[in-house]
């Protein structure tokens, strides 16, 4: 039996794969940057440096970003109506509706026929 996967399982299965990548890559590269001399690089001090850098100064980076959209959203939010101003408004709502049903239970007949026409 032949098991297809969907395209969200594909794209899934894809992150997972990266992400298992780039963490050993990142682990490997840690605690034993010598590794990379395999590519010519020689300089582990700076190797290990950047590989701490790079993720701190992202993480550093993104939460700025979100700190400053929370206080854009603050700044250009209005600010909500105070409650009595709610309550006031239901209340009269309330209130236009029963004088609403309560005119409609008086008016003769003939009126509640030309209104539901």
């Known amino acids: 039996m032949v098991n297809h996967m969907s395209k969200d399982q ?23 940057p010598a590794w990379l001399g395999v590519f010519g ?12 850098a790079v993720p701190v100064f992202v993480a550093f980076v993104a939460i700025m970003l979100i700190g400053a959209w ?7 939010t209005p600010p909500p109506k105070p409650i009595e101003e ?5 209340e009269e709502k309330k209130e236009e509706a029963q004088a609403e ?3 409609e239970a008086t008016a003769p007949a003939s009126e509640k026929k030309s209104k539901k026409q």
């Not at 594909?10 to 034993?32: E, H, P, Q, R, S």
């Not at 929370?70 to 250009?76: L, S």
């Not at 709610?86 to 239901?90: F, V």
């Open 41 to 52: 690089i020689t300089d582990t001090a700076a190797v290990q440096f950047w590989i701490v």
């Open 10 to 32: 594909a794209i899934g299965g894809a992150i997972l794969v990266v992400c298992v990548a780039v963490a050993l890559f990142y682990v490997v590269t840690l605690f034993y």
């Open 86 to 90: 709610i309550t006031t408004e239901m």
């Open 101 to 103: 049903t309560s005119t």
């Open 70 to 76: 929370i206080g854009w959203t603050m700044a250009t």
